[in-house]
């Protein structure tokens, strides 16, 4: 007997659920070594899918709704870039299968995924019939391998590229929900001049099911600009995805914050650490976007499991992975469990550390 189909993103959503979408697996398998900084191509999900199909199940754990296929990146630019243009089905396929097998195994929805392709030109439009093509393949990969429950048409800097992506949805993956959002640099205005608000709404207008920010931006320097979505009575569904990174008004996007070290040096990518959010940071950005009523949220860039986890806890959730969260009242010398050594707990504790 075929298992049920879990219920599907825009019921959740009419029904005022909230959606956890786990992100960041290229920056996750970039920190386990096995996809190189730069390039950010997935190829792990053709030399290593058995790690995919891990990582899949730790964010489901973690408390995550939604398994994302891992096509972030594997279009046909990016592959022309490292020279695997060849590979470009095959990775495409492999991805959408692991993601599928792991949505069924665990009752939990599964996104196809169309990104950014970094080929946007004010100057010459020749880009829109490439992006068209690239946009079509992938989707049309995505609906002979069955389909999905919804589409995730992400990290986009121009508006330009995020309404010909949501035009090819509804073209080549036809009845798919779809959640669109940018990625916003500095000040209020993307790439090609739409201004930020303007842009939500005209994807609001246009037929997006769900619009919002993914990715360049933390938790700090996103929300404001949903904040203003919503006083602007936007009513589409926004998406509340950013990066893990402590961002600010001086640094808005992950790209331009400092070594901590070498105020002239750039960190991204590699020397982002210092700047990750705490556990209880991302907890409390979570209840303020939950607040302010975003119902589609997730964390992007730098992401981890214990992030997924905080996010889906800050929910009110008890996802398999928070029987592991923290007890300290049983550690040896913060805890206060009667059980446990007093000369620890009240002398060293308090006066030797």
């Not at 994302?68 to 990146?73: H, S, V």
Request: hydrophobic letters at 40%; proline letters at 4%.
């Amino acid at each position: 007997m075929s298992k049920p189909r879990p219920k599907g993103l825009l019921a959740r959503l009419q029904d005022d659920e909230t959606v956890i979408c786990a992100e960041g697996y290229l920056f996750e398998f970039e920190r386990r070594g096995y996809l190189q900084a730069g390039g950010y191509v997935p190829e792990v999900v053709i030399e290593h899918p058995e790690l995919v199909e891990g990582l899949h199940r730790e964010f489901v754990h973690a408390g995550s709704d939604v398994v994302l296929a891992f096509t972030y990146y594997a279009h046909r630019e990016k592959m022309r870039l490292i020279g695997r243009e060849e590979d470009l089905e095959k990775i495409n396929r492999t991805a959408l299968r692991l993601a599928r097998k792991v949505a069924d195994d665990t009752g939990t929805l599964m996104a196809g995924n169309i990104c950014n392709l970094n080929i946007f030109d004010r100057v010459d439009s020749s880009w829109e019939g490439r992006a068209h093509a690239m946009f079509k393949e992938q989707l049309e990969w995505i609906m002979e391998e069955g389909g999905c429950d919804f589409i995730v048409a992400e990290t986009f800097f121009a508006y330009a590229e995020a309404k010909l992506a949501l035009e090819c949805v509804r073209k080549y993956a036809k009845g798919i929900p779809v959640v669109v959002s940018f990625n916003l640099k500095r000040g209020d205005d993307l790439i090609d001049g739409v201004l930020i608000q303007d842009a939500l709404r005209r994807l609001a207008e246009a037929g997006a099911d769900v619009v919002g920010l993914n990715c360049g931006r933390g938790p700090a320097t996103t929300l404001p600009v949903l904040e203003e979505a919503k006083q602007n009575g936007i009513k589409t569904p926004l998406s509340f995805v950013p990066v893990a990174y402590r961002t600010d008004d001086e640094n808005p996007n992950m790209i331009t914050l400092k070594d901590v070290d070498d105020k002239g040096k750039i960190a991204f990518p590699s020397d982002l650490d210092p700047w990750l959010c705490s556990r209880s940071q991302i907890a409390s950005y979570t209840r303020k976007a939950h607040a302010l009523g975003v119902r589609f949220m997730g964390i992007c860039c730098g992401n981890a499991s214990h992030f997924t986890r905080a996010m889906a806890e800050a929910l009110g959730r008890q996802p398999p992975a928070s029987r592991y969260t923290a007890d300290m009242s049983k550690h040896a010398y913060y805890g206060t469990d009667p059980t446990l050594i007093d000369f620890n707990t009240q002398d060293v504790c308090k006066n030797k550390f």
